[in-house]
């Protein structure tokens, strides 16, 4: 599954409206059905993350149920335990005891019984007051893919690693009435308790409304639909992974999913199954009439505000008790063809867990790496007060470039060359007006930034950079990540990824830090505005043979203020538990 630039999306929506007009069984992935089961030998290192989530071999799609237990973090993801592509699907399971070194256990949760047997898909876990924590996910109960919502509890709760978990025969907990869709009909959500009941969300769609059906219950096991959904937008398509969570209006701590009151705000996410992006709003629980209306002025669908414009996927939060943090994971899937995955034996990553947290401005959520990925950081190079004219790049040596955290904050002496926002961009997505201006297209006020996983003649970079333009009453950010000029490799999927960034310019200055990693660029600009994160797969620009630079295109110059570039260690990465 891969994000589409919206020059496709256009197309998108055409089929959107084809597959929604049929009411029947619907899927998220393309079978392969003859690459479900090929076992692999040997796993082809070259382009395989050193410090990102991934297990040893074989596909992974969403992460499920992130939790805090007893001093453990716990992920659960998506799995295909026989073969590099989608199918065979198992809740794999992981714990970590500082979210960046990880040990991987038994599966969790299988097809075994009449109500999953064709399918253990994704879901969420609440932690209960007394301490005890329950999943609720997805079950498929026939070849049609009948959806209904099961719940597992686990065997041991003496047991840190919670090994173990039982799936109970009074399941399932929750079945489609006759007014739901029931193969768009998954994915339940971290409960949370208010006015007696304690309730969940489920994601679905009416033809082409995208739904997020509520559920109520007393006890936890019988749940009851209400009347109306907590919320639903036409023309959105299938709701997947809905993810709904309060903020607080100050201060960056997370809260439990339960909080409500004054100082607080909800968001509301939902990952578009047509478009393979997500959006999310912010606004107001009305807890009585459990009825969630998004703040004014906000987007309400797919051109809505983004957790991540880039490779970005079937995100889910949680809130961690032991440091008061509300935590993202998000999965990048592959940007090459099956027939790649298969032979290099792996496919799909887990991206950094990022803590998330409320803008002071109220108007978006800033998102930054967790504070533990830092532990990995090892030789250190730093640039500082280094000018850069137009055409100018400058190469950070000393670091190992293919497997590096890059923080870098740029200045400039006036918004004076700032090009014209032409006006017919306000009809495009950020990411076109990117492909149109490019890296390489000489600007005012930039492009400028970084030349990522390049090779030393520049034949392959990802540059990722930013462009500010001078609109009717405001200057306009831009910030790309652009796999175009990324690999002389064929048949890859080389989008320009980007987004708009709101962020005030009167100190003249923007910041950007990448989190590079062999196949991955995860970016992150004014200090957690926006997030673009790129899949690329470099043919010389490998290994010590990849080169960072910094560079300038623009014809206003700009000043290097401060680079700290890191050389990343690589950390334990799903070894099994020693029993």
């Known amino acids: 599954m891969m994000a589409m630039p919206l020059t496709l999306s256009v197309l998108a929506l055409f089929a959107l409206l084809f597959v929604l007009s049929n009411n029947g069984a619907e899927a998220s992935h393309k079978i392969y059905s003859h690459y479900q089961t090929l076992s692999v030998e040997n796993v082809n290192q070259v382009h395989r993350t050193g410090y990102h989530f991934q297990p040893p071999r074989h596909w992974i799609n969403d992460p499920n149920a992130p939790m805090y237990y007893k001093g453990l973090y716990h992920l659960f993801y998506q799995y295909n335990p026989k073969g590099a592509v989608w199918g065979n699907i198992v809740w794999a399971h992981s714990v970590s005891k500082d979210l960046i070194n990880w040990e991987s256990l038994e599966p969790a949760i299988y097809p075994s019984k009449w109500f999953d047997n064709y399918g253990c898909w994704s879901g969420s876990a609440t932690v209960l007051p007394n301490g005890e924590p329950v999943i609720f996910y997805t079950g498929i109960v026939d070849k049609n893919n009948s959806q209904i919502q099961n719940y597992a509890i686990p065997a041991n709760l003496s047991d840190p690693y919670l090994r173990e978990w039982v799936k109970p025969d009074d399941n399932p907990i929750v079945n489609p009435d006759a007014n739901v869709n029931g193969s768009a009909f998954r ?18 769609r009416r033809k082409h409304r995208g739904v997020a059906y509520l559920y109520r219950s007393k006890d936890f096991k019988k749940w009851v639909k209400a ?43 939902v990952s578009l199954d047509m478009t393979r992006y997500e959006y999310y709003t912010m606004g107001t629980y ?21 957790l991540d414009y880039g490779n970005f996927y079937a995100s889910k939060t949680f809130f961690d008790p032991s440091t008061n943090r509300r935590i993202l994971w998000g999965w990048a899937n592959e940007s090459d063809d099956p027939h790649k995955d298969k032979d290099k034996g792996w496919a799909g990553i887990q991206l950094i867990p990022r803590k998330v947290w409320l803008d002071p401005s109220g108007k978006q959520l800033l998102q930054w790496p967790v504070a533990e990925l830092e532990k990995l950081r090892g030789h250190n190079v730093q640039l500082s007060n280094q000018m850069l004219d137009q055409g100018n790049h400058v190469e950070v040596k000393v670091i190992t470039a293919a497997q590096a955290d890059v923080d870098v904050t740029f200045s400039f002496s006036s918004l004076d060359k700032a090009e ?37 003649n520049l034949e392959e970079f990802t540059p990722v950079f930013f462009r500010v333009f001078k609109a009717a009453d405001k200057h306009k950010v831009l910030l790309c990540s652009d796999a175009r000029s990324s690999s002389l490799g064929k048949e890859l999927y080389k989008p320009s990824f980007a987004g708009f960034v709101d962020v005030d310019l009167t100190d003249k200055k923007l910041s950007l830090r990448s989190l590079i990693d062999h196949s991955v660029v995860e970016s992150f600009g004014a200090g957690g505005r926006i997030a673009i994160s790129s899949r690329v797969y470099p043919t010389i620009a490998v290994f010590e043979k990849a080169h960072l630079y910094v560079f300038n295109n623009g014809s206003e110059a700009i000043t290097v203020e401060n680079l700290n570039a890191w050389s990343m260690n690589t950390p334990v990465m799903n070894v099994p538990v020693k029993s």
């Not at 009809?427 to 030393?456: I, M, Y």
């Open 286 to 306: 009305d807890k009585k009439e459990d009825k969630y209306f998004p703040d004014e002025g906000l987007v309400d669908g797919w051109a809505g505000l983004r």
């Open 420 to 456: 014209p926002f032409d006006p017919n961009w306000d009809k495009l997505d950020a990411l076109d007006v990117c492909a149109q201006k490019g890296s390489k297209d000489p600007g005012g006020l930039g492009p400028f930034g970084l030349l990522t996983l390049a090779s030393e």
């Open 187 to 204: 994915d339940p959500t971290t409960a949370w308790w208010a006015d007696g009941h304690w309730r969940i969300l489920i994601g679905s």
């Open 227 to 269: 009347k109306h959904p907590l919320h639903s937008v036409q023309g959105t398509g299938m709701w997947e992974c809905p993810d709904f969570y309060p903020v607080s209006l100050s201060g960056e701590n997370g809260l439990d999913p339960s909080v409500m009151g004054q100082n607080v705000k909800h968001v509301l996410k």
